[in-house]
């Protein structure tokens, strides 16, 4: 993915849309404490594979927040996911996600659920609810990419280089990305 980052700057946040910076105070065991946190969307991820490449097909896209941390991180390397923002069952979001982002019509019933878990605990605490599912190219209905400006980039990662890929520090990816590959060498290992 050939990005060019230009003008990168921060400012303060007022009249947001997807994240609300919040102070919040309380009192653990009679101690006066403050934190501050991001009120953000939950959201929902999918670890898709594709049988016929035996590759897992992940997406790369320009993050700023990652950036704004590390400017050698052009990219990062995630599941197929969207945020919760829809009043519709969390895999119909996959599902309309997985269209999105990367162009495959899989039937609702060839979506399975893993798990759910909460991320990034010290500021947002969404919580992500985390799928799987088996693609073919019969199912292959776009080259996907997102919607409007997204410019997401599909990669399809062999089965057989994933060990190199997680350990790969020079890569920035997602832990929800990391454990999906734990859970399907555990689980589906074809």
């Known amino acids: 993915m050939n990005n060019k980052i230009e003008e990168f700057k921060t400012s303060d946040l007022e009249d947001t849309k997807y994240v609300h910076p919040v ?23 999918v670890l898709l594979f594709h049988k016929e490449k035996n590759a897992f097909l992940l997406v790369k896209q320009f993050r700023p927040p990652v950036y704004l941390n590390d400017t050698s991180k052009v990219c990062t390397y995630e599941l197929c996911a969207g945020i919760v923002d829809k009043n519709k069952p969390l895999d119909k979001i996959i599902q309309e996600e997985i269209d999105e982002e990367c162009g495959y019509d899989v039937p609702l019933n060839d979506i399975e659920k893993i798990t759910s878990f909460y991320t990034n605990v010290g500021v947002s605490g969404g919580c992500q609810t985390l799928y799987y599912a088996q693609i073919d190219e019969s199912m292959k209905k776009h080259r996907g990419g997102g919607i409007n400006d997204e410019e997401i980039e599909l990669l399809y990662l062999p089965l057989e280089d994933y060990k190199e890929f997680m350990f790969d520090e020079s890569k920035a990816k997602t832990p929800g990305l990391l454990f999906s590959f734990l859970w399907f060498l555990e689980n589906k290992k074809l």
Do not use: H, L, M, T
């Open 23 to 45: 102070k919040i105070s309380y009192i653990q065991n009679g101690i006066p404490k403050n934190w501050e946190a991001v009120k953000s969307f939950d959201s929902v991820a």
